[in-house]
């Protein structure tokens, strides 16, 4: 089975703190994948990346960025947390043979 | 215009009857589409992908109508595992791995 983790459930954060959010995949995915769900909006692409050190940017990257050092782990970043990003944050990775996104259980962020 | 659109509901059904789903989507290119399943508080999980034949799975069957550019979701005989939101996934930006996801559906079963 696929699995995806991420390191945090539950965050709570200031406003201004530098914020790591990290992702992990376990099948050797090269594609992988940074959603916020927001009610009423369903899922927004942040960013995505398709190889180590590859990225771009999804409908609404600003206030974010992605680091990807190794093929199994993918990260965003919130520089400097604000109120407008408290949301549920997914991580996916994606698998040609199946043709189908594996999501992580998601981070609810809280920026205070 | 949103890239996909559903009725976010809610439907509240009772045990045992069908209940239909539609989501319509802007781009005429969308090359693959696709329905997710999401549980209160969970990841989306894909249910079933949705080719141009139609295709069934069990208790459901999902659509295409590319003339009309709308896909529909069945589920017959549902079971209140049913209970949960219903995203509309649609590829529409070339290549297989970027998607554009619906608000979701709710529906809940009643006993």
């Known amino acids: 089975d696929v699995k995806v983790t991420q390191s945090s459930r539950y965050l709570v954060k200031r406003t201004g703190e530098k914020v790591f959010l990290e992702c992990v995949q376990d099948?050797?995915?090269?594609?992988m994948f940074w959603y916020r769900q927001d009610p009423g909006l369903g899922l927004r692409l942040i960013y995505f990346?398709?190889?180590?050190?590859?990225?771009e940017k999804g409908d609404i990257p600003e206030g974010y960025s992605v680091s990807r050092e190794k093929k199994e782990r993918f990260s965003l970043i919130l520089e400097s947390a604000s109120t407008n990003q408290t949301s549920m944050y997914l991580c996916?990775?994606?698998?040609?043979?199946?043709?189908?996104?594996?999501f992580g259980p998601g981070t609810r962020l809280t920026v205070l | 215009r949103k890239e996909v659109e559903q009725d976010p509901g809610p439907f509240n059904v009772p045990e045992g009857a069908t209940v239909a789903f539609n989501c319509t989507y802007s781009?005429?290119?969308?090359?693959?589409f696709f329905w997710y399943r999401q549980d209160c508080r969970k990841e989306p999980k894909l249910l079933m992908s949705?080719?141009?034949s139609g295709n069934e799975d069990g208790r459901f069957t999902a659509q295409l109508n590319r003339a009309s550019q709308y896909i529909s979701l069945l589920i017959r005989d549902s079971k209140l595992s049913d209970s949960a939101t219903y995203l509309c996934?649609?590829?529409?930006?070339?290549?297989?791995?970027?998607?554009?996801f619906g608000t979701g559906t709710r529906l809940t079963i009643i006993p």
């Open positions: 781009n005429s290119a969308s090359q693959s």
């Open positions: 996916a990775s994606f698998s040609g043979g199946t043709d189908t996104q594996y």
């Open positions: 949705v080719y141009s």
């Open positions: 099948m050797d995915h090269e594609n």
């Open positions: 996934v649609v590829n529409s930006r070339g290549g297989n791995e970027k998607l554009t």
């Open positions: 990346s398709y190889d180590v050190k590859m990225k």
